[in-house]
């Protein structure tokens, strides 16, 4: 789902990075509000976390393997603001260090990844999980009993499944625009040249039949694991 | 010596299905050879970044940031030859740098194979409408697929053609500037040019995060090792295998939370103060990284006449 360079034209990479910017700044002042000693070092490895968690390759059933954001499960174990920073920071290593996704489609992949799914996942966490009127922390605790109840499962399951099928959606959108945004003079288009009746089809349908499952699968299996191995760091984050 | 009866027994396990047994080669294999690879890749960019070479003699933050607008004015080209212009450029610039070319192609071939398949489809007036330039096949009746209607006749157009070839050769010169840094900068010095470019905390963050990685990543490799080395059978596929995963992403966050705590600690019992740390200001000044360090050498004044006159070429070919 990671974009590549080439694939975007100036003016939606362009307004994507005008759109992430302003979202980077009010997350570093949310972080900032709740600032602690030993936020840095957390940041950073949540940062490493994000990263390496998608190197994993999950078994799919068919025999094939996929690979989790893991942008819904950050949320709730640190909290949007801090995920949307922590995220965003592994997308950029990988397309700085690794050339995994573009330079300059680092706006669309962070505005996709970090933002869209991040926020929409972990918004609908809270909302089936029922605990709306609550802070993000007594949320990550389970509406604050300290316990993660089935309902906070499917709440994170749920949550994991829209997020990525959004990012999708947003990254199939970005990818479909571009036939009609940027075409040459001889009528070729100059990006990415699917329409949007062949980005939307293409990269959904393995979204939501396989990749969102995968996804809210293994968001449920890692807070179960938690729930039973590690309960005390379930509300740590910010 | 005879061999057993009990050894000779097929157990439940092993008279499973091969497919699954490979299945679960295949997503434990998968994920240890992404880890070699990363691994490898980092260690290839320290090997070719201490090549005495010409782009590794240019001071990394100006390196970076030049690259970074050529990717950029590579990004506004329209015209064919100028983009080729930039593949052209940017392989010059890896012999020069002494990057063994096998090597470079091999990190660009990825990306080109990937570009390539994709479009191809794109040159079909099923994707792309225009000139008919090769017909393919003719159907006896319209269909359509969604909002997709697939016309009568199928044909190669000089539209899809030329825009898929934009696209490839737009693809593999992004991907070729992008390993032309990686591969002539160590990845400390490369981290380290990088958040120079961002503000306050981020620049911690981002140095610290991606040190962290490979410890992370290593972690990784040793629970995939201790679990293929524990199991001898296809079981652990499927929900299995799934929960395996998920528990390990789970022990890497506890894994996570207990270092950062630690480094918390240490860094405040070396004198770190937060308090001084803002996310979006210049921050506390970081020894060797500051813009006021820099010192042009023969090199750096070389490639910027370089980029100012390759920049000017561009330009003035669009403006044509």
Known sequence: ?238 | MTIPEWLKQKTEHGAQSREHGKAKERFLDKTLRDIVSFTENTMFNETTSLKNGFLQSVETRLKVLTIMFFIILLSLQKSILAIAVFSLVSLALALISRIPMLLFIQRILPAFFFTLLISLSATLNVIVQGEPFANLYRFSKLYSIGGLTIPREIYITKQGLLSSLTLLLRVTASVSLVFLLTLTTPPNKFIKAVSSFMPGTFKSIVSMSYRYIFFLVRKVEQFIMGFKSRNISAASYGVTGRKWVASRMGLLFSISLKLSAELGQAMESRGYRYENFKFFASGEPVRGGQISDFKFSMADITWIIFSVIFTGAIIWKSLM
């Open chain 1, 1 to 238: 789902m990671h974009i590549p360079d080439g694939y975007l034209g100036p003016y939606t990479y362009g307004g994507l990075w005008a759109a992430i910017v302003p979202i980077w700044i009010y997350a570093s002042g949310k972080i900032k509000e709740t600032l602690k000693a030993s936020q840095v070092p957390f940041l950073a490895l949540s940062a490493a976390f994000s990263f390496v968690i998608m190197l994993f390759n999950v078994p799919i059933p068919g025999g094939t393997t996929g690979h989790a954001t893991g942008a819904t499960l950050i949320a709730i174990l640190i909290g949007p603001w801090a995920a949307i920073i922590a995220v965003s920071i592994a997308l950029i290593i990988q397309s700085f260090m690794f050339g995994d996704g573009g330079i300059t489609a680092i706006g669309a992949n962070c505005f996709n990844i970090a933002f869209a799914d991040v926020l929409v996942g972990y918004g609908i966490y809270r909302l089936v999980a029922g605990v709306r009127g609550q802070s993000p922390q007594a949320t990550r605790r389970g509406g604050g009993s300290g316990v993660i109840s089935t309902r906070h499962l499917i709440g994170a399951g749920a949550g994991a499944y829209i997020g990525i099928n959004l990012a999708a959606f947003l990254t199939a959108f970005e990818l479909g625009i571009q036939t009609v945004l940027h075409v040459g003079t001889d009528g070729r288009p100059l990006y990415s040249p699917f329409p949007l009746a062949v980005t939307i089809p293409a990269i959904m349908i393995e979204h939501a039949v396989l990749f969102g499952i995968v996804e809210a699968v293994i968001t449920i299996f890692v807070l179960i694991y938690l729930r039973k191995s590690h309960p005390d760091l379930i509300g740590r984050g910010l």
